[in-house]
């Protein structure tokens, strides 16, 4: 496969730099063209990943032709490529959806979505710790501006938070790295992976302190319990566009413990296995609890959706506190699920909001919207698949997910707290269903119809839901297998430093 | 020189921390600053700390981890542009919130201040 795992990062930095040159620069009919059409390579690109890595072993690619544990490493396994696949499918949709007219409100929209596409992918693909915050980086800063597009008075506001906020967790970040580099002599993930197994004395604590700031910074990307209070107040006052594409923001905080308490401090780490299981199972646990009491409390769509991203995140992280084959492999199903129905939800809003007038997306008596069949129809679907009823693709996940917690001892906890918790939010968005459609003051429906570019983009992301029924065997089939990959600490381990070997002698 | 070097970093990590807890955007700003003053000294030393020891091949009979200068230099870039970054959204902030404050409302002032703000 050679080369094509560096495009899914290369491509979007290409495109941003084209998009900022001047015959797109000016021109915005081109520039929306050409930022879809780097879109949809990147789709492509990762998309022909995803097939390769489905059939082969894990692929690396050292960058610069550097052996592993000394240069950085592109590691392209199931679970990254499943990621990159899905991130470039939702930055397609927010593109496409942005390029109706939302990509206007500001300056430089499409070059920042790039930038935010290449961080992501590349804190997906990239296998050495001191790079994922590099990556980390990029996807924050061009977070940072899109989160200012558009901007008016409330979001200098949350964007001043959410900016303090995640310079005090890189600085934590370089702290914890600067700690494990100190203890185990290597960033690179598998080889301090086979490092943590052989520490001694109050080297072992050290490697604790460190692994444990690394937990602190991901909770706070990831926004679980007592970092998540940025969270709601951020995605509800970013543009709903902008909001969809963070809904796969949250997931690289998961996706960054998926990797490190897995195979760093996963099973073979000795002293401390699973060191932050502990403390991820009751925290994501609270964590849905006080979504869940969010989600009742929002007084507005956007804000409900930005809870129901945090429920999400609980979920996956008390997957993660499982550490089983399943688990991970249900909850690799659920990102996928709740990420692109959470970008829908937004979406939605965004479409709500503009035709209720006056009343937005807040719960309370408005005008009628002008297209109740698309929009009213459109939001069932994303809320029956969000709380998980059955024909829709949530159902699969939750049970999934359930059958997996009670293989562990956590059932006693987790089943009540979960099914709760998507209790409140059927009531929650049933409430909200029928404040938006149903309670009208008398007023005439609004003119304002969306455009067809958006809607066919709403239309496509809620497709994926009942296909993600339909075709939930194969795709399951494939969430084992990247799950018991991940487990498989060892084969990682030999395949990465391994291949790099080779990559010496010749 | 160890117990210099970390106290420091200490001290650095301590003013910032108590300027970041200020809450007004100018003290806030000058705290991460000093934050990251203190996370780039930090990450050097986790190099070890040692004189006279370059950090090339064959320049000296003992020589220093390269890696760690290397994070430096990549921290300190991106220290750099995040902290300008962070500069003009603070001045953007205070243009339109109208104070200082992170949170746009000054505490403590009596109400129909608070009100002429929102």
């Known amino acids: ?506 | 020189m160890e117990i210099l070097y970390a106290t420091c970093v200490g001290v650095l990590v301590t003013c910032g921390l108590f300027l970041i807890l200020r809450a007004r955007t100018f003290p806030v700003v000058l705290g991460l600053t000093m934050m990251s003053y203190a996370v780039n000294l930090f990450l050097f030393a986790s190099g070890r700390l040692n004189s006279n020891q370059a950090a090339v091949l064959g320049q000296s009979t003992q020589y220093a981890d390269p890696l760690p200068q290397a994070l430096v230099l990549t921290a300190i870039v991106i220290g750099f542009a995040m902290t300008a970054f962070v500069v003009i959204l603070s001045i953007r902030g205070r243009a339109d919130l109208g104070n200082d404050h992170v949170d746009g409302i000054i505490p403590n002032k009596n109400k129909a201040s608070q009100r002429e703000i929102r």
Not at chain 1, 91 to 100: E, G, H, K, V
Not at chain 1, 159 to 177: D, M
Not at chain 1, 273 to 300: K, Y
């Open chain 1, 1 to 506: 496969m050679g080369h094509l795992v560096t495009l899914p990062i290369l491509l979007p930095m290409l495109g941003a730099i084209l998009l900022l040159l001047p015959p797109c620069g000016k021109n915005l009919k081109m520039r929306r063209a050409l930022s879809q059409a780097f879109a949809l390579f990147t789709l492509i690109a990762s998309l022909v990943l995803l097939m390769h890595s489905a059939t082969n072993n894990i692929e690396v690619y050292a960058l610069g032709n550097w052996s592993a544990p000394f240069g950085i490493v592109l590691v392209s396994d199931m679970l990254a490529t499943l990621l990159i696949s899905l991130t470039s499918f939702l930055a397609l949709c927010c593109i496409t959806y942005a390029s109706a007219g939302d990509d206007e409100k500001g300056s430089f929209f499409h070059p920042l979505m790039q930038f935010l596409v290449m961080g992501v992918n590349g804190a997906f693909l990239t296998g050495d710790l001191f790079n994922l915050f590099v990556f980390f980086e990029v996807l924050l800063i061009a977070s940072y501006s899109l989160l200012m597009h558009a901007g008016d008075k409330h979001k200098t506001r949350s964007a001043l938070h959410y900016v303090i906020l995640n310079l005090i967790g890189s600085s934590i970040f370089l702290i914890g790295l600067g700690v494990l580099y100190g203890v185990l002599g290597t960033l690179n993930i598998a080889d301090m992976a086979v490092k943590v197994s052989q520490l001694t004395g109050d080297d072992i604590a050290l490697a604790k302190i460190g692994g444990l700031l690394l937990l602190i910074v991901f909770g706070l990307k990831a926004a679980i319990l007592p970092l998540h209070l940025w969270l709601p107040k951020t995605y509800s006052s970013a543009l709903p566009v902008v909001a969809a594409m963070f809904a796969i923001m949250t997931k690289v905080g998961v996706y960054a413990m998926f990797r490190v308490y897995t195979i760093i401090f996963g099973e073979q780490a000795g002293e401390l296995a699973f060191m932050a299981q502990s403390w991820l199972w009751p925290l994501s646990i609270l964590t849905i609890a006080i979504g869940a009491l969010g989600v009742l409390a929002s007084e507005d769509l956007r804000k409900l959706t930005a809870n129901l991203v945090i429920i999400s995140v609980g979920t996956l992280v008390a997957a993660i506190s499982m550490h089983s084959v399943m688990a991970t492999a249900a909850a690799l199903y659920y990102i996928i699920h709740s990420t692109l129905m959470i970008a829908v939800l937004f979406l939605l809003a965004d479409l709500i909001s503009v035709q209720r007038g006056k009343a937005s997306d807040r719960l309370v008596e408005g005008k009628p919207v002008a297209q109740p069949y698309i929009l009213g129809g459109g939001f069932l679907i994303a809320a029956l698949a969000v709380m998980g009823m059955p024909p829709m693709s949530g159902f699969i996940g939750k049970i999934w997910l359930l059958k997996a917690s009670s293989q562990i001892n956590g059932t006693v906890i987790f089943w009540p707290v979960y099914l709760i918790a998507s209790f409140v939010v059927l009531i929650a968005l049933s409430r909200a269903g029928s404040f938006l459609f149903w309670r009208h003051s008398n007023n005439e429906a609004t003119k304002e119809v969306a455009a067809p570019l958006k809607t066919n983009v709403i239309i496509t992301l809620l497709l994926c839901s009942p296909l993600m029924v339909i075709f939930s065997g194969p795709i399951t089939d494939f969430t084992l297998a990247a799950a018991e990959q991940l487990h498989d600490v060892n084969n990682h381990i030999n395949t990465v430093l391994a291949i790099s070997n080779e990559g010496v002698k010749s």
